[in-house]
């Protein structure tokens, strides 16, 4: 009996194995943003001892974990509004400061939700660009081009099968240039000078992801096609 | 010399048809309610606002565009799931939107109140929001140039004041209280309470009196509405 191959079923990493796999690549002692969206997930994967602190654009280091119900303070919230904790360090800063924090490169990690990452390392996460839509901008732009290093969390495929990960991005761009790593549900991948090398692959091989991109791939798993 | 208002009415009774206005607040946090109440209630009108976000539900801001009172939005995040009123007003052409990069914004902000003519900033490059604007590179870098934003007044929301008019603020509520105080002609900010002068450590004050012309106290602010879903 045939055995079904990850190509017929590429299941991949779920969003909390994924969140995991991205904490465990920050760097201990890292201050870090999480984009709204999927990359929030990250923070349930650091640990204490990972000495990493959260920054939040709207004025805070040390963020915690979301406050519970009873525990709601509206004037202690995330960028997406929702209400949170403070943690022991923890330090608070008007909008200018907080974005000079960001884009004078002070942040070692941010990790963005992407439309598109292109294979030289630009990101479009704002605006789909269709008529009628109301674009909303936020901190993207700052974000990605501000840290030491922008990671991507994202699904490969959009929900109508088509790459996320493109030779050049068709929707509005974000920031050029400034993605150093995106990690998929599929694989995890470099952008550097030498162009997109594959680091790690999630129950799929090197063969089928090239199959599934127009964009040329190198291959650091040494495992080639399994 | 700061004044301290009887109310918050009376705090922006001197806001004319046609004023740029910044309002303080990012989401709800720090958004004077009470002080745009009284703006839509002044009658003001044509206003061009300049906030984080268009309003959120039916109260604050989200009233002030419901009422037709905004000819202009500067915001940088202004599509929420409960921003219904801009978004009609948007949709059917009746307001005018200059959409910023949140980072862009605050610095743009306090740019005007520290007399910086213009900056370039790396934010945007390469994007459709530089699109026009003089583009520099410096050191291999590529910045756009990006001007200072200024306004008639900035109603901001604080913790406590003293009746000098030096503020401190509360955990994120903070955000753009201290620029917009300095970029405004006219200051106008509500407080929880009011100490007298001496009982605020000068260590921790945030904004210096030099920036505030007029105070009001609002004792137990009524919540800005909580956003139903996320935004920046």
């Given at each position: 009996?045939?055995?079904?191959?990850?190509?017929?079923?590429?299941?991949?990493l779920?969003?909390?194995?994924?969140?995991a796999?991205i904490?465990?690549?920050?760097?201990?002692?890292?201050?870090?943003?999480l984009?709204?969206?999927?990359?929030?997930?990250?923070?349930?994967?650091?640990?204490?001892?990972s000495?990493v602190?959260?920054?939040?654009?709207?004025?805070?280091?040390?963020?915690?974990?979301?406050?519970?119900?009873?525990?709601?303070?509206?004037?202690?919230?995330n960028?997406?509004?929702?209400?949170?904790?403070?943690?022991?360090?923890?330090?608070?800063?008007?909008?200018?400061?907080?974005?000079?924090?960001?884009?004078?490169?002070?942040?070692?990690?941010?990790?963005?939700?992407a439309?598109?990452v292109?294979a030289?390392?630009?990101?479009?996460?704002?605006?789909?660009?269709?008529?009628?839509?109301?674009?909303?901008v936020?901190?993207a732009?700052?974000?990605?081009?501000?840290?030491?290093?922008?990671?991507?969390?994202?699904?490969?495929?959009?929900?109508?099968?088509?790459p996320?990960?493109?030779?050049?991005?068709?929707?509005?761009?974000?920031?050029v240039?400034c993605?150093?790593?995106?990690?998929?549900?599929?694989?995890?991948?470099?952008?550097?000078?030498?162009?997109?090398?594959v680091?790690?692959?999630?129950g799929?091989?090197?063969?089928?992801l090239?199959?599934?991109?127009?964009?040329?791939l190198?291959?650091?798993?040494?495992?080639g096609?399994? | 010399?700061v004044?301290?208002?009887?109310?918050?009415a009376?705090?922006?009774a001197?806001?004319?048809?046609?004023a740029?206005?910044?309002i303080?607040?990012?989401?709800?946090?720090?958004?004077?309610?009470?002080?745009i109440?009284?703006?839509?209630?002044?009658?003001?009108?044509?206003?061009?606002?300049?906030?984080?976000?268009?309003?959120?539900?039916?109260?604050?801001?989200?009233?002030l565009i419901?009422?037709?009172?905004?000819?202009?939005?500067?915001?940088?995040?202004?599509?929420?799931?409960?921003?219904?009123?801009f978004?009609?007003?948007?949709?059917?052409?009746?307001?005018?939107?200059?959409?910023v990069?949140?980072?862009?914004?605050?610095?743009?902000?306090?740019?005007?109140?520290?007399?910086?003519?213009?900056?370039?900033t790396?934010?945007?490059?390469?994007?459709?929001?530089?699109?026009?604007?003089?583009?520099?590179?410096?050191?291999?870098?590529?910045?756009?140039?990006e001007?200072?934003?200024?306004?008639?007044?900035?109603?901001?929301?604080?913790?406590?004041?003293?009746?000098?008019g030096?503020?401190?603020?509360?955990?994120?509520?903070?955000?753009f209280?201290?620029v917009m105080?300095?970029?405004?002609?006219?200051?106008v900010?509500?407080?929880?309470?009011?100490v007298?002068?001496?009982?605020?450590?000068?260590?921790?004050?945030?904004?210096p009196?030099i920036?505030?012309?007029c105070?009001?106290?609002?004792?137990?602010p009524?919540?800005?509405?909580?956003?139903?879903?996320?935004?920046?």
């Amino acid at each position: 009996m045939k055995t079904r191959t990850a190509a017929t079923t590429p299941r991949g990493l779920s969003k909390d194995g994924l969140a995991a796999r991205i904490a465990h690549d920050i760097p201990r002692g890292a201050f870090v943003n999480l984009g709204i969206g999927l990359p929030t997930g990250i923070s349930n994967h650091l640990t204490p001892d990972s000495g990493v602190m959260l920054h939040t654009e709207n004025g805070m280091l040390g963020m915690g974990p979301e406050a519970p119900g009873n525990a709601a303070d509206l004037d202690l919230i995330n960028a997406g509004k929702v209400p949170v904790t403070e943690l022991p360090g923890a330090s608070y800063f008007h909008h200018a400061d907080s974005f000079a924090m960001m884009r004078g490169g002070h942040l070692d990690v941010c990790v963005l939700g992407a439309y598109q990452v292109s294979a030289r390392g630009d990101i479009a996460n704002w605006h789909t660009g269709r008529p009628g839509d109301i674009p909303a901008v936020g901190g993207a732009m700052d974000l990605a081009i501000g840290a030491k290093e922008t990671f991507v969390m994202m699904n490969l495929l959009s929900r109508d099968g088509a790459p996320k990960l493109v030779p050049r991005c068709t929707y509005p761009l974000t920031g050029v240039g400034c993605v150093s790593r995106v990690y998929t549900d599929l694989a995890v991948f470099l952008i550097g000078d030498e162009g997109v090398t594959v680091q790690d692959m999630f129950g799929c091989t090197f063969d089928e992801l090239a199959d599934l991109l127009e964009v040329t791939l190198l291959d650091r798993t040494r495992q080639g096609s399994r | 010399m700061v004044s301290i208002a009887g109310t918050a009415a009376e705090a922006v009774a001197g806001i004319p048809d046609g004023a740029t206005v910044m309002i303080g607040g990012f989401g709800p946090a720090g958004q004077p309610v009470e002080l745009i109440d009284a703006l839509v209630g002044s009658g003001a009108t044509s206003l061009t606002v300049i906030n984080n976000n268009a309003g959120n539900g039916d109260v604050g801001l989200a009233a002030l565009i419901r009422a037709g009172r905004v000819r202009k939005m500067v915001c940088s995040f202004p599509r929420q799931a409960d921003s219904r009123h801009f978004d009609q007003k948007y949709r059917d052409g009746e307001i005018e939107l200059e959409l910023v990069p949140q980072g862009n914004l605050a610095e743009r902000i306090r740019a005007a109140g520290a007399g910086i003519g213009a900056f370039y900033t790396p934010t945007g490059y390469g994007t459709p929001l530089a699109e026009g604007k003089e583009i520099r590179e410096i050191d291999g870098r590529h910045y756009v140039l990006e001007y200072p934003l200024r306004a008639d007044y900035a109603l901001v929301k604080a913790h406590q004041a003293d009746e000098l008019g030096n503020l401190v603020y509360r955990k994120t509520a903070r955000n753009f209280g201290p620029v917009m105080a300095a970029a405004a002609v006219t200051t106008v900010v509500q407080v929880e309470d009011v100490v007298p002068v001496g009982a605020l450590n000068p260590e921790i004050i945030v904004t210096p009196c030099i920036y505030v012309d007029c105070i009001v106290r609002v004792p137990a602010p009524a919540r800005a509405p909580e956003p139903v879903g996320a935004g920046q």
